[in-house]
């Protein structure tokens, strides 16, 4: 839960919406993951193809949670979709960074996580069974060309600064409207 919410805050809301709308266009239907089939879903990708553990570090777990490998949000453009999610525990469920503040991509974050635990001799089978859930499992990642992915971050970086637009806007309209008719009422 936030504790104080910005303009940045709501936009990146916006943001993972679209990415989930977009997500949703390719698999062909709905993917809510709190419930329903989508649910069932992760939960047979977390029990059937990761066998109840992480994807990461390999823990095996009751609580483990969603992961997009390619990150839901606006510094990766992930669509949430069943080939992009696996079962990460709460640790794993971080991502790290590089020495520039930029998110690592899934391996990098993969790789890193291995070398923390020193566990390098699971990185390549790790890499392998996530390379094939998202690439050739029956929850195949879409292969988007780079006109696809293009488009996909004009839209979202613009839906991004229209939402922080507006609600700079709206503030600006609330202090006009107290200004005119609240504080004058009160008077």
């Not at 303009?7 to 993917?31: C, H, M, P, Q």
């Not at 994807?55 to 606006?74: D, P, T, V, W």
């Not at 996530?130 to 006109?147: C, D, S, V, W």
Request: aromatic share 10%; charged share 25%.
């Amino acid at each position: 839960m936030a504790v104080y919410n910005t303009s940045s805050d709501s936009a990146n809301t916006a943001i993972r919406a679209f990415l989930t709308k977009v997500g949703e266009y390719y698999w062909g239907k709905s993917f809510n993951t709190g419930s329903g089939n989508s649910k069932k879903i992760f939960e047979q990708i977390k029990n059937e193809v990761f066998g109840s553990k992480c994807a990461y570090c390999g823990i095996q777990s009751n609580k483990l949670q969603i992961e997009h490998l390619i990150m839901f949000n606006r510094a990766q453009y992930g669509l949430h979709h069943p080939g992009n999610v696996v079962p990460a525990c709460q640790s794993c469920n971080k991502r790290r960074r590089d020495n520039s503040s930029n998110y690592l991509n899934w391996e990098e974050h993969l790789e890193q996580i291995c070398r923390e635990n020193d566990d390098l001799n699971s990185f390549f089978e790790r890499k392998k069974r996530i390379q094939t859930h998202m690439q050739k499992g029956k929850f195949r990642y879409p292969e988007l060309n780079e006109a696809e992915q293009h488009a996909i971050r004009v839209i979202a970086n613009s839906l991004y600064e229209n939402i922080k637009t507006e609600n700079d806007k709206a503030l600006k309209m609330y202090q006009e409207l107290d200004s005119a008719f609240v504080k004058k009422i009160t008077r």
